[in-house]
């Protein structure tokens, strides 16, 4: 698709079909930020302020942006909301934040330096960026998992790993894409920005279906928080 925006109804869909989001996603993220009461923080690609509305129950203030203009209008009631296309924050000032964060964001943006960039001139010393994403083990193209016939036993195909590149998925009648880079890749990435790693948690996404269960110890998803020192 050539702009987010036309895919809100998709994505609507998503949260309300699955409860992985409710039940896993954003608890990892909560996990993962460790957010501060009277600290302002930026939702990246905030959507429909699922999460903001969460933390600003627990007195966070937050401020949310995201491309889709119908998505943003539902996250305007926990507001305030800006309009923009990622990874651009031009309309924020330095240094006006104290923390950060990204909710199944990464995957779906090209310039991932510019990102940490933006975020970083943005956030105050001592600030924190906390994200959660696809596992680049499963963003990877070609990547997937491969049972054996004979005993059931299952393996993971890593596809084009290291590699990079992306690939594209269904999005109800549209397509969307995913961008694949690889743990190092990543990690390096906020490094060259200036930020320190603080926390890593992989985490796998089994719930009550018997056709994931024995995928119980492959990562499906990644969360990290970074700090600005």
């Not at 590149?165 to 995913?178: D, H, I, K, N, Q």
Request: charge should be negative; charged fraction near 25%; proline fraction near 6%.
């Amino acid at each position: 698709m050539d702009t987010w925006s036309d895919l809100g109804n998709w994505w609507r869909g998503e949260l309300e079909g699955d409860s992985a989001y409710h039940d896993v996603v954003a608890p990892l993220l909560l996990e993962a930020l460790v957010a501060q009461a009277g600290t302002r923080y930026l939702d990246l690609g905030c959507g429909e302020g699922r999460v903001m509305r969460e933390l600003q129950a627990r007195g966070v203030d937050v401020v949310g942006c995201d491309l889709n203009h119908d998505l943003l209008s539902a996250a305007a009631d926990p507001g305030p909301v800006v309009q923009c296309r990622l990874p651009d924050l031009g309309w924020a000032r330095a240094m006006s934040f104290g923390g950060a964060y990204a909710s199944l964001v990464f995957e779906h943006l090209v310039d991932l330096r510019r990102v940490f960039e933006e975020v970083a001139r943005v956030m105050r010393r001592g600030g924190v960026f906390a994200a959660v994403m696809n596992h680049p083990f499963y963003t990877a193209p070609q990547s997937g998992p491969i049972v054996d016939p004979t005993d059931g036993e299952l393996f993971w195909r890593w596809g084009d790993y290291l590699s990079g590149g992306t690939t594209s998925e269904p999005a109800g009648e549209a397509t969307v894409a995913f961008s694949h880079r690889s743990l190092s890749k990543l990690l390096n990435t906020a490094a060259d920005a200036g930020w320190i790693l603080e926390r890593m948690i992989e985490r796998a996404v089994v719930g009550d279906d018997p056709l994931l269960a024995p995928q119980s110890e492959i990562p499906r998803l990644l969360a990290v928080r970074w700090r600005k020192p």
